[in-house]
């Protein structure tokens, strides 16, 4: 089940965190991968959910966590994307993922990416019910290269047609002259492909933000911490 934190926090923020684990249930056999590859990036954002829930304390805001690995079911993905289930992943085969029935998709639709989306869903919607306002925040990570190409950026924000934040984002951060910073660089925010920012707060007109973060900056909770306050000074500069 998803993890949610301060679900009523006093913020405006809603964090929301779609890899934070690389479990995968034990009924599915680790989806016949060996535990070093669910180690690996494939399986999870590396360090997204440390700098969440450090967020989450420094602001007093509500985060909501998912619990289970990207490839049981990527719950950033539309459920019509192939990526949804993928069967390979950074060159790994994911034998579990291999031509699944239809009836076993939708199993993993209802067992873990609906009840991850309600979670979310529970928080906005008590939020709006009691008229408090909300920022919507979304944590990822990326591995430092993929496919042989390097990636420059430390940090990068995700964006579609509202820049609202982005922009003002872009330039705190870039206003600290030690690191790289991306704009729509690897990822950018495709409503066609991504699920939880356009279900949640695009679809709402919320004010929003989704953040990578090079996973090499946030391998371990002291950089999962110093990165969670880099972040938070610029949301504080902004909103």
Not at 158 to 176: G, I
Request: aromatic share 6%; with cysteine; proline share 8%.
């Amino acid at each position: 089940m998803p993890r949610i934190v301060r679900p009523l926090g006093s913020a405006g923020l809603v964090l929301f965190c779609d890899h934070a684990s690389n479990h995968v249930p034990v009924e599915l056999d680790n989806l016949g991968l060996p535990p070093s590859e669910l180690m690996r990036h494939i399986a999870w954002d590396i360090g997204a959910a440390g700098v969440t829930q450090a967020l989450s304390d420094i602001f007093d805001a509500p985060a909501i966590l998912c619990q289970t690995s990207r490839l049981v079911i990527d719950c950033n993905r539309q459920p019509h994307d192939t990526g949804l289930i993928p069967e390979v992943s950074d060159g790994t085969l994911i034998p579990g993922n291999l031509q699944l029935s239809a009836c076993a998709k939708a199993e993993r639709l209802q067992r873990w990416f609906h009840p991850y989306h309600d979670a979310v869903e529970s928080v906005f919607l008590e939020r709006e019910a009691r008229g408090a306002p909300s920022i919507a925040v979304s944590i990822h990570s990326m591995t430092d290269s993929l496919g042989g190409i390097d990636r420059p950026w430390q940090v990068s924000l995700s964006s579609h047609l509202d820049r609202r934040l982005t922009d003002p984002m872009l330039a705190s951060l870039r206003r600290v002259s030690n690191i790289t910073v991306g704009d729509n660089q690897p990822y950018d925010l495709d409503p066609n492909v991504d699920y939880s920012t356009p279900f949640h707060a695009i679809r709402r007109g919320l004010p929003h933000l989704q953040i990578e973060i090079r996973q090499d900056e946030i391998e371990d909770p002291p950089n999962q911490q110093r990165w969670a306050q880099r972040l938070a000074q610029s949301l504080r500069e902004i909103i």
